[in-house]
């Protein structure tokens, strides 16, 4: 919020005065019209044409004093400057200080809104750093009274969590193989490398293009999009990780992807299978990618290139420069 200076606060005092005086004296030179009116001309006037001229003069000149001053009011209002608004922010009886014509409680109203401002926000840290601290509290009790009941012989079978590099080889081999595809139908996944712990799939987003995903274990580890007619494969007979397509917009959905692996990595609270069905997912609506059209500016292609982006929620298609 902008707050004027004293100097302008000063100058918008001084233009009303103005006006006040301005508005004065129109009602002064109003009501001179009407009282001459309603006096008229005396009986004995009307007999003589001069004093008709010199009634009509008169009346002549008291509605030329009246436009004056009309004008004279109207350039007053066009000159002053509009006061920022100070109400914006809900402060209750304090709002009442800007009506105050004194330069010093005019600062007083904005020192007042200032400190209303800082007050706001140390609240709301202070909220956020009491739930963080309370939730780090409760985690770390409940850690501590896991830990005495196993040391107690309470629990027999204390819960495993199984780490995205940690899954067993045998499982990560069915799960690529066998459910991943079948929670995708639409997508081509195969599995073209194989070693210790590391698997790459080949996935074909049906007649668009193929994209090599690096698996570390269950931790998807990179991505990489590459056109239909290009290689899979580098010199050394072994599947290209590195090589960046030689179109645009497959280098575009490169780059998304891998903000889509950051993306969902945020949340660690999901299941080790579900974030690898996630981007999947999220890749199998790209099978549209040439006939989509934009969802903001609403044509298909933006300089050349059709819209790469979507939406990691709603999966909407958007221009890189769009979303």
Known sequence: MDFPSIPQAKHVL????QA???T???RTTVTNVFEFLRDGMNADENSTQSSSNQFLQ??????????KDFTELEKLGNAMTTVPELSVTP??????LGMESSADDNSLFQNTLLAYQWYTKSHSRGQIAHSTFHAYKRTTS???TSLLKARRGLVSNPPQTVKPHHFPANQLDNYL???LPRQVPDLSIKVIFSLGSTRILHITVEHVFFALISFKSLYIEKIIVRGLDEDILNQAENPDMFTSSRYECMRQITDHATSALLYVDHYPQLQI??????????LQNYKTLFSDSCNKCGKILSAGVPPTWRDFKTHAPYHSTCK
């Open 14 to 17: 001084n233009m009303t005065n």
């Open 20 to 22: 006040i005086a301005a």
């Open 24 to 26: 004065q004296q129109l």
């Open 58 to 67: 008169r009346y002549q000149e008291l509605l030329q004093a009246v436009n």
């Open 91 to 96: 402060l209750g009886p304090a709002g009442q």
């Open 142 to 144: 409940t850690s501590a």
């Open 177 to 179: 193989s066998n459910m």
């Open 273 to 282: 299978d579900l974030k690898p069905r996630f981007i999947l997912t999220w």
